[in-house]
């Protein structure tokens, strides 16, 4: 989730996707996940953003500020905004092993009476003892929108109970090691530079994908993430930091990307800082099923 915020600037992103409401007797998958992401919202709202954060992040996170970022170090430096910041989450799925998941939805940033919205991307972990902590939060700003008051759940995600979970873990299906994911990573951004956006994520889009650019809602499905990207454009390029991985069948990368747009000045390329969230397929496929970019300073 990235609540990204400076003294006065928040940026964050989300999914939402086709699915079914999480069951409220999910007490293993997304039912906690979102429970521990509301949670997470309402200490922001009561205690304020930098405690909250604090207590959530994992001793590993990464935030952006606007590129990657250590999160708890971050915070511990950062991040004394006097406004409110709150948020809900509209999108939530699972790992098929339970360890690994992700939230998205609508934030909203107040401070002296002027407010800012977004949404915002999430990676959490779940340790062993059960408890969800956030590794990895991005998004970006946009016009303003409702927070949201349900939450949808990927057709493939996981909806099991803890016991569930421990015996599909023994034979669940593996997106593959870090230097796996980080290998298709980095092929696809090969095929942004050569093909350009829209053949390249043609070639690797879930059906249920959510797009998320700043300056607009974000766009969910693939139809219509790959004319939203086919409709604009221009010359790409992508630059992959690093991919995390569960045990089952999601993982995440992030990196930077930068695009100039055809027909513009040479001094009009976009730079984003991405969180690429990954899931394999039951025909071994890997799909992106959200990518949320946060704009970085334009280079000089």
Known sequence: MIRSAATFLVCIQAVSVLAQTAPSTDVGGVASLV??????????VDTGMKPAFLANLADDAIIFRPGPVPGLAWFKDHGGAQGTLDWAPDLAAVANTGDLGYTSG????????????????????????????????????????????????????????????????????????????????????????????????????????????????????????????ASRRGKASCTSLAARVSRGDLGYTYGTTTFHPEGTPADSTESLAYLRIWRIRDDGKRVIVLEAANPMPAKR
Do not use: M
């Open 35 to 44: 429970a521990a992401e509301r949670a997470f919202a309402k200490r922001s």
């Open 106 to 229: 609508p934030w909203s940033y107040t401070e002296e009476g002027k407010s800012i919205y977004g949404h915002f991307a999430t990676v959490w972990r779940r340790d062993d003892d059960g408890a969800w902590k956030v590794v990895a939060d991005n998004g970006a700003r946009h016009e303003e929108v409702k927070l949201a008051l349900s939450v949808v759940v990927p057709d493939w995600a996981t909806q099991a109970s803890d016991t569930d979970v421990r015996v599909a873990s023994q034979k669940a299906l593996s997106i593959g090691s870090e230097a796996d994911l980080l290998a298709t990573d980095r092929a696809f951004g090969a095929r942004v530079a050569k093909e350009g956006w829209a053949a390249a994520l043609a070639s690797c889009v879930a059906s249920d994908i959510r797009w998320c650019r700043p300056g607009a809602l974000p766009v969910s499905g693939r139809t219509r993430v790959l004319e939203a990207v």
